[in-house]
């Protein structure tokens, strides 16, 4: 067995995609939507806002909008 582990081709993620990922967390803080809120509260996001969302900022960090 190998104690040494290698891993490559990783695709890589540009600059545009961080900003877009940051963005979207400063978002969700704005709304006030958390990712780990209870069942329940109101305030957990559904798969289909944190998709839409992530992309609208990845279109921003693109400058598509």
Known sequence: MADDVRI?????????ERVAYDLYKD??????KQLGAAE???KRPDRKY?????????????DYR
């Open 27 to 32: 978002v969700m803080i704005a709304e006030g």
């Open 8 to 16: 490559t081709n990783l695709p890589q993620s540009s600059a545009q």
């Open 50 to 62: 944190l998709l839409d969302l992530y992309a609208e900022c990845l279109k921003a960090a693109k």
């Open 40 to 42: 329940g509260s109101g």
